[in-house]
């Protein structure tokens, strides 16, 4: 039974994947769906691990071996229902007339004086950074708080390259991004990835990828395929050499199982000790607004995030992961969550048909990205909060406005200037 709902959640993300020549929000989402929320199901399921395995692979067996078949259920059925939920809204949005009323872009002539700011701060970081560079990934705990902020200039670095790109788009896609700012963001970006930060990077590469396929040429379906199978195995690749293990086909294909089948300790335990509730306040994802906050203005702000666990839901994630099925769920419940799911669609494919814009272009492109990872395997305080809130949404706005602002008062100041010499030269 369970393994009969398991294939039917599997089939029209699947599907749509297979048809897909253009990697939009559709396909992003379907293969994050897929990676996170159905294959460590499908794993448990079919008895891949026992709880004989090493790696902690035996662990998580252990508690999957202690999930309810009847909660297996809840979960398989929920997950096809958020699915189509989330189809629908982008569904829903096709179906509206888009605003003809064109809004007048903030001129981003001083986006250039951000981004140099900001890569010379990213590049003075990642020099007081410099011994994590190639370390092994076991140990950097005293470094993560660090690599965060590393990665939050990153972000901002990149939502600055894609103002400028989006801004000075040539024919054809290469034209466009080999420019200074693609290659300064991603010098810092390599960097970040020598450090650990293997999905940042990832996703950036995901990212120019659906920029080509949606705003220049769609790709053949054997274009995909080698791009699919060249990013798993550069993922996988890349996180044995930061733990300095060889690498070889099943070491590569075990550390791919390992990241959905590790960050889903947090739903499998989920489902072993909770009872699932149909509607939730969001009182945890308002308490992680926090995280908007500079750690610079409030450095002990991770100790005020609400803890779920101390609410009357217990759950464990040893390594920091969150399932987002676990997050939605303490925060909207299992009806509440099919509502937002809906949204999310409708808002992704609204920001897609408004696209023609650098603020609204370069918006679309890291939230669509982000969705293969972060919006699965990350906290909210982390995923919606810091990578979809500040980094993509308000970040191009604030660094739009902020050049706008620059012109602005440059033009002012010579209208000054200029007011004050005729004034003395009558």
């Known amino acids: 039974m369970i393994l009969c709902l398991l294939i039917a959640a599997l089939l029209p993300a699947a599907l749509n994947l297979l048809k897909a020549r253009q990697l939009t929000h559709v396909a992003f989402f379907s293969a994050g769906y897929i990676y996170y929320w159905v294959l460590p199901v499908l794993v448990g399921q079919t008895q891949l691990f026992d709880t004989g395995s090493e790696g902690g692979f035996g662990a998580w067996a252990g508690f999957f071996q202690s999930v309810p078949q009847h909660q297996l259920e809840i979960?398989?059925?929920?997950?096809?229902?958020?699915y189509f939920c989330f189809m629908l809204g982008d569904w829903l949005a096709r179906k509206t007339t888009p605003s003809i009323r064109k809004a007048k872009n903030p001129p981003l002539t001083f986006v250039f004086v951000l981004y140099i700011c900001v890569f010379i701060i990213a590049a003075c970081y990642t020099y007081h950074l410099r011994d994590l560079l190639g370390a092994n990934?076991?140990?950097?705990?005293?470094?993560?708080?660090?690599?965060?902020?590393?990665?939050a200039l990153s972000l901002v670095l990149l939502a600055l390259a894609l103002l400028k790109t989006t801004e000075d788009e040539k024919a054809t896609f290469l034209a466009t991004?080999?420019?200074?700012?693609?290659?300064?963001?991603?010098?810092?970006?390599?960097?970040?990835?020598?450090?650990?930060?293997?999905?940042?990077?990832?996703?950036?590469?995901?990212?120019?990828?659906?920029?080509?396929s949606v705003f220049f040429k769609k790709y053949s379906a054997g274009q995909?395929?080698?791009?699919?199978?060249?990013?798993a195995v550069f993922s996988g690749a890349a996180g044995l050499l930061r733990l300095k293990s060889?690498?070889?086909?099943?070491?590569?294909?075990?550390?791919?199982?390992g990241e959905p089948v590790f960050t889903s300790f947090s739903l499998v335990s989920f489902l072993g000790f909770n009872h699932i509730p149909w509607i939730e306040v969001p009182r945890f994802l308002a308490g992680d607004l926090l995280n908007l906050v500079p750690s610079a203005v409030l450095a002990n702000k991770m100790d005020l995030f609400p803890d779920p666990t101390k609410a009357g839901f217990s759950f464990v994630s040893p390594m920091g992961a969150m399932n987002s099925w676990v997050s939605f769920i303490i925060n909207f419940g299992l009806a509440g969550t099919a509502i937002v799911m809906t949204l999310i669609g409708f808002f992704l494919r609204r920001l897609l048909m408004k696209a023609s814009s650098p603020v609204f272009r370069t918006q679309y492109l890291m939230c669509s990205a982000f969705l293969v990872f972060t919006f699965f395997r990350d906290p909210f305080s982390v995923s919606l909060v810091k990578n979809f809130l500040e980094f993509s949404?308000?970040?191009?706005?604030?660094?739009?406005?902020?050049s706008g602002w620059l012109v602005w008062s440059a033009g002012a100041h010579g209208e000054l200037i200029a007011q004050t010499g005729s004034a003395s030269h009558p």
Request: hydrophobic share 60%; with cysteine; aromatic share 14%.
């Open 224 to 231: 995909l395929l080698a791009f699919v199978l060249g990013a």
């Open 393 to 402: 949404i308000l970040m191009p706005l604030v660094c739009a406005y902020l």
């Open 137 to 151: 990934y076991n140990d950097i705990d005293s470094g993560i708080l660090s690599m965060g902020t590393l990665a």
């Open 177 to 212: 991004i080999l420019n200074r700012w693609m290659l300064g963001f991603f010098l810092i970006s390599f960097l970040q990835l020598t450090m650990g930060g293997r999905l940042y990077f990832v996703s950036s590469l995901l990212l120019l990828a659906g920029y080509r």
């Open 246 to 257: 060889g690498v070889d086909a099943m070491a590569v294909a075990l550390n791919l199982a």
């Open 75 to 82: 979960y398989a059925v929920s997950i096809l229902v958020y």
